[in-house]
């Protein structure tokens, strides 16, 4: 559990702080005030939904279903949230990737949404 902790924590540091050389990546356009915004709120999301999915991993005892259930759909949100960062920062640069990360995006948000469904009824 420890090692899958430290290993959330290195993608997550990874993953927010790349943005910084991607963002100016064409040299010729400079970077407009909505992508900065775009940015800066998934990195925010990122960076508060990674200690809330640290907690649930360290602190499950995964006694009942529906607890380890809920650790999986806190895990699944902190990893759209990463995915989000690679949409929103990554895409201008390669855009291949704007196909694959938004569909993962979507994909792991409907996945979680459906968890998160099935947790409430």
Same mark, same amino acid.
């Given at each position: 559990?420890?090692?899958?902790?430290?290993?959330?924590?290195?993608?997550?540091?990874?993953? *927010?702080?790349?943005?910084?050389?991607?963002?100016?990546?064409?040299?010729?356009?400079?970077?407009?005030?909505?992508?900065?915004?775009?940015?800066?709120?998934?990195?925010?999301?990122?960076?508060?939904?990674?200690?809330?999915?640290?907690?649930?991993?360290?602190?499950?005892?995964?006694?009942?279903?529906?607890?380890?259930? /809920?650790?999986?759909? #806190?895990?699944?949100?902190?990893?759209?949230?990463?995915?989000? #960062?690679?949409?929103?920062? /990554?895409?201008?640069?390669?855009?291949?990737?704007?196909?694959?990360?938004?569909?993962?995006?979507?994909?792991?948000?409907?996945? *979680?949404?459906?968890?998160?469904?099935?947790?409430? *009824?």
């Amino acid at each position: 559990r420890q090692v899958a902790c430290v290993t959330m924590l290195v993608i997550t540091f990874c993953v *927010v702080t790349s943005p910084w050389y991607l963002l100016g990546c064409d040299s010729r356009t400079s970077v407009s005030r909505e992508r900065l915004i775009r940015v800066f709120l998934s990195i925010g999301t990122c960076l508060a939904i990674t200690p809330i999915a640290l907690r649930c991993m360290v602190a499950c005892a995964c006694s009942s279903s529906y607890v380890r259930d /809920a650790v999986w759909s #806190v895990l699944g949100t902190w990893l759209a949230s990463l995915l989000l #960062v690679l949409h929103n920062v /990554a895409t201008p640069c390669v855009p291949m990737m704007h196909t694959i990360c938004f569909g993962a995006v979507l994909n792991v948000e409907g996945l *979680v949404f459906v968890w998160n469904a099935c947790l409430i *009824v």
